[in-house]
């Protein structure tokens, strides 16, 4: 079965610290790879993605995520924490099975990052 | 660029009572419509999907309805409430040309 696990309800960091937000998937074949982000109250918004290619790839406001297919993990990542990266990320696997047109999304828990100032 | 309308962002409705959130998409043709439900502020609970007018799949059994009247609308429905339909519920669309899902904003929904 598809699975996401974010491990961490809860990650602290310091403002101006690098920070790390772990994802890990279980999926068969070559998945889809996504964070989002969710500030209170608000919808989701799309941060970045890994589909092929570069296992490091960069997204909105400064998040980068590396892909390790050998640890099928995708970790978020940013150098330098900004008290305003405060926020609900949520890790997302989008399997290449099954029929038709289907694109569930297989969502991770999500992540509650917080900077300190 | 694509955008996803949803509304109203909060709804305050009594116990028994019906229930009809809307979404629209622009800037898509024929995209794959979701309908969520977050609790808590956390996890994402897939309830309805479709992949065309008409065409609606529910993923858990419960007291809602989707609806798929036309290809960029998608319409989430009750016809009575109960308080555990409380939460958050958004709506989702991936483009045909897409693999990343867009969400609206949300509406905050509390049975009372």
Not at chain 1, 73 to 79: A, D, G, I, Y
Not at chain 2, 29 to 43: F, H, I, T, V
């Given at each position: 079965a598809q699975s996401v696990a974010q491990p961490e309800d809860q990650v602290n960091v310091a403002e101006g610290n690098p920070l790390t937000v772990k994802c890990t998937y279980s999926v068969s074949g070559n998945p889809?790879?996504?964070?989002?982000?969710?500030?209170?109250?608000?919808?989701l918004q799309f941060l970045l993605k890994y589909i092929t290619g570069d296992n490091l790839v960069?997204?909105?406001?400064?998040?980068?995520?590396?892909?390790?297919?050998?640890?099928?993990?995708?970790?978020?990542?940013?150098?330098?924490?900004l008290v305003s990266d405060s926020a609900l990320y949520f890790c997302a696997v989008r399997g290449l099975s099954g029929a038709g047109n289907n694109r569930k999304l297989i969502w991770g828990l999500g992540t509650s990052l917080a900077v300190n100032p | 660029s694509q955008t996803i309308h949803q509304w109203?962002?909060?709804l305050v409705q009594p116990v028994g009572s019906p229930l009809s959130l809307e979404?629209?998409?622009?800037?898509?043709?024929?995209?794959?419509?979701?309908?969520?439900?977050?609790?808590?502020?956390?996890?994402?609970?897939?309830?309805f999907y479709s992949v065309g007018i008409g065409q609606i799949s529910s993923e858990v059994p419960q007291n809602l309805s989707a609806s798929r009247p036309q290809d960029r609308q998608f319409i989430l429905s009750s016809k009575k409430l109960l308080l555990s339909d409380s939460g958050f519920y958004l709506c989702?669309?991936?483009?045909?040309?897409?693999?990343?899902?867009?969400?609206?904003q949300g509406t905050r929904l509390t049975v009372v």
């Open positions: 889809y790879l996504f964070w989002y982000v969710q500030y209170p109250n608000r919808g960069k997204g909105s406001y400064g998040f980068e995520a590396e892909f390790n297919k050998s640890q099928t993990s995708f970790h978020l990542k940013k150098p330098s924490a | 109203p962002a909060t979404c629209t998409v622009e800037g898509t043709s024929n995209p794959n419509l979701y309908w969520y439900r977050q609790a808590a502020g956390r996890g994402l609970q897939l309830l989702a669309a991936i483009g045909q040309s897409n693999t990343e899902a867009f969400f609206g």
